[in-house]
């Protein structure tokens, strides 16, 4: 198994912060952990038995609590299944199989298998965003409907990020606190009592997680073409870490079925997009 935190005590502090946020998850909820080839996968779920199914992932270092402020809203009308990554800061295993292979689709294979889940919607944040992509790639007729928020696998990575942060890679603990210390655009909104909580658990995961040191794949065109289901892309044109406008051309050029919300003053770290993911999901979510 890959080493996903530099010490047991990092590990230890990161998830007793962590439960702790989904302690205060704002609407009544499950947890569990599922049994998939890679390991035990930790699921939450609320939301309505029998409502459409709304599977999401989360950025790396950002554990599912980057879903908590849009509960209340998609948990009303959508059965929602938060699943925390595989060889990341939550609590599935710490299994780091290769992304540019088809074992993160044969993760979620067995994720849905053990739902119970024939299809579902997907939202997918950064690293989240391409393994969501490369599911709907590999599995289009388990995708009903993909939403991307800020994801990896369509725009290039930023050469000022790479110069900025490869460096540090190789120095050790110290090293990748200082290259995981992203400048994610947060703005006035992103910084409110209401999110302080999960800032300061992403805070906590950046001092002690051990970041991956392998390239991310980037999909070709002809993969996005591909695309059948109904796609929505937001991206900020801030974003320090990936060419958001390389990722918003691509989709326009490529994915017949597009929704694109590009917005000017927004970084990686997107503001909430919480109402306009729900209206997208309530149009398609018969599918």
Known sequence: MAKVFWSADGERQVQKLYRQALDNWPVQHTQACVPTR???TFVLTCGPSGAPPVVLLPGSLAT????????????????IYAVDLIGDAGLSAP?????????HAKWLD?????????????????LGG?????????????????????????????????????????????????????DMGFGAQELDPANREFLRLFKLVQEHFVAR?????RFSDQSLEALTMPVML???ARDSVFDSAEARKRV??????????????????LPDCTREIYEFLRTHGDR
Do not use: C, Q
Not at 64 to 79: E, H, I, K, Q, T
Not at 146 to 169: C, E, S, Y
């Open 252 to 269: 326009e050029a490529n994915v017949r079925n597009a929704t694109i919300v590009y917005l000017d003053d927004a970084g990686h770290g």
């Open 130 to 182: 391409l393994i969501a992509l490369d599911y709907a790639i590999r599995r289009s007729e388990k995708v009903r409907t993909l939403a991307l928020m800020a994801p990896a696998g369509l725009g290039r990575l930023r050469w000022g990020f790479v110069a900025r942060t490869a460096p540090f890679l190789f120095l050790g603990p110290w090293g990748h606190r200082r290259a995981l210390n992203l």
């Open 234 to 236: 937001v991206v900020g």
């Open 110 to 126: 067995d994720v849905l298998t053990a739902l119970s889940l024939p299809s579902a919607h997907f939202v997918g944040a950064s």
């Open 38 to 40: 890679e390991g035990e």
């Open 95 to 103: 299994s780091r199989p290769s992304l540019s292979t088809d074992a």
């Open 213 to 217: 040191m392998t390239a991310l794949p």
């Open 64 to 79: 599912s609590a980057m879903w908590a402020r849009s509960m209340g809203l998609w948990a009303a009308d959508f059965r």
